[in-house]
């Protein structure tokens, strides 16, 4: 059974970095987008960076261009997708959770809509950026 878990948030001050892990387990696909999203309390869900099998330029929010950077090593059955946060800012608190979605692009896997169901989801894990 395929299993994605989140690691790595916590409390941080604004302008500080924090590593954010996903490791999705029993990962078997060859083709699949994985993503960060996150979402704040009252707010809608957004996606903050994708990453895919079979492209080489991952995908960033405006809001997090030049600070962000997405990253993954792959083992036998398992994939671990790294966000490593530098320069945090306080509006980005929120829980962070990764998302799987086997068979498409970046492109497809943020064509859908904000509550979209993708295949595999993690537990979430929260941020939070004192000011």
């Known amino acids: 059974e395929v299993q994605l878990v989140e690691s790595g948030g916590g409390l941080v001050q604004a302008g500080g970095s924090l590593r954010l892990s996903c490791t999705a387990s029993e990962f078997t696909f060859d083709d699949y987008a994985i993503g960060w999203f996150r979402q704040a309390p009252g707010k809608e869900r957004e996606p903050v960076s994708c990453?895919?099998?079979?492209?080489?330029?991952?995908?960033?929010a405006d809001s997090v261009k030049g600070r962000f950077t997405i990253s993954s090593d792959n083992a036998k059955n398992t994939v671990t997708v790294y966000l490593q946060m530098n320069s945090l800012k306080p509006e980005g608190t929120a829980v962070y959770y990764c998302?799987?979605?086997?068979?498409?692009?970046?492109?497809?896997?943020?064509?859908?809509?904000?509550?979209?169901?993708?295949?595999?989801w993690g537990q979430g894990t929260q941020v939070t950026v004192s000011s």
């Open positions: 998302a799987a979605e086997v068979g498409v692009t970046i492109a497809r896997m943020l064509s859908y809509p904000g509550n979209y169901e993708y295949d595999y």
């Open positions: 990453i895919s099998s079979s492209e080489g330029t991952p995908y960033y």
